[in-house]
């Protein structure tokens, strides 16, 4: 594993300093080699706010209880005192840099490039300047020269502006989110029924997956994936209710191939298996 990191005045505690609109107080950055996988948990979380960027790979985060994979060209922002819990696995081939700090002005900073305090994952795009910046602030950390506490301090803000500037071009250059989103829904319409690689649909498009996911649930109310499984449920009910088929039949129509993985999955979802279903829904000698 590759691990190199500064820490303000070479101190590893972590503090929460309102002398100064904003106080870097350490950086460091992450790489996996052979060791197969590294977690963090913080159960209380820190006294100060965590940028971690994905420049390579991908990662695995914990938030309210539910994993989420961050992948290369998004940051995770950390508040003060919240749970943290995520997982680099070798396989994912993870290179991370991250960044701890603190003061007084930190929410008009973060919120006026753009950073909102609601959301943990956000885009910024992948650039070499972010590791450059990011090396620069820990060489800066480890060698403690004259003033760097305000050279840091300044080298962050440049990361957030290059971060703001991202999110404004990645907005100009995707056009209409509604009518993307749209398009999406209309194809998963289409081809709900096989399988449907919500990372080859992004990738198609050129846009993030995590982006994607995003924007799609802020639009529908729902992920990709809860939409195509509605959208499978739908016409499972419809084809209960409408024709003879039966459970393997349907199963396969709507894109399952094992009809127990189909009932389990319907149950889940309808609160009953298929068969009660459709005992309830239509008389017994329409069946």
């Known amino acids: ?28 950055t992450y790489r996996l080699k052979t060791r197969p996988k590294l977690p963090t948990y913080w159960q209380k979380g820190r006294r100060d706010y965590q940028i971690l960027y994905v420049a390579n790979g991908k990662t695995h985060f914990w938030f309210d209880g539910r994993e989420e994979i961050v992948s290369a060209g998004y940051m995770v922002l950390y508040k003060p005192e919240e749970i943290q819990k995520y997982v680099y696995y070798l396989e994912d081939n993870p290179e991370v840099f991250w960044i701890h700090f603190t003061g007084s002005d930190v ?71 509604q009518e993307q989103i749209e398009r999406a829904a209309a194809y998963f319409n289409e081809n709900y029924n096989t399988k449907i690689s919500i990372d080859d649909y992004a990738e198609s498009l050129h846009i993030s997956t995590n982006w994607f996911i995003h924007n799609f649930k802020q639009y529908t109310g729902m992920s990709p994936a809860q939409y195509i499984l509605s959208l499978r449920m739908v016409n499972a009910q419809s084809l209960l ?40 829904m239509i008389p017994t000698e329409a069946v």
């Open 107 to 177: 929410k008009n900073i973060l919120a006026y490039h753009g950073i909102s305090l609601d959301e943990h994952v956000f885009y910024c795009g992948v650039l070499p300047d972010y590791k450059a910046l990011f090396r620069k602030i820990i060489q800066e950390l480890q060698l403690c020269r004259y003033g760097y506490e305000d050279y840091i301090a300044s080298l962050f803000n440049d990361i957030l502006l290059l971060v703001d500037r991202q999110q404004h071009e990645q907005k100009k250059a995707t056009g209409n989110v």
């Open 1 to 28: 594993m590759y691990i190199n990191a500064g820490y303000l005045n070479n101190s590893r505690k972590d503090f929460k300093d309102n002398s100064t609109p904003l106080v870097v107080g350490s950086c460091g």
């Open 241 to 280: 209710e409408r024709t003879t088929y039966n459970i393997k039949e349907i199963s396969e129509i709507v894109g399952y191939e094992n009809p127990l993985y189909f009932s389990r999955v319907f149950k889940k979802e309808i609160g009953k298996s298929p068969a009660q279903y459709r005992k309830e």
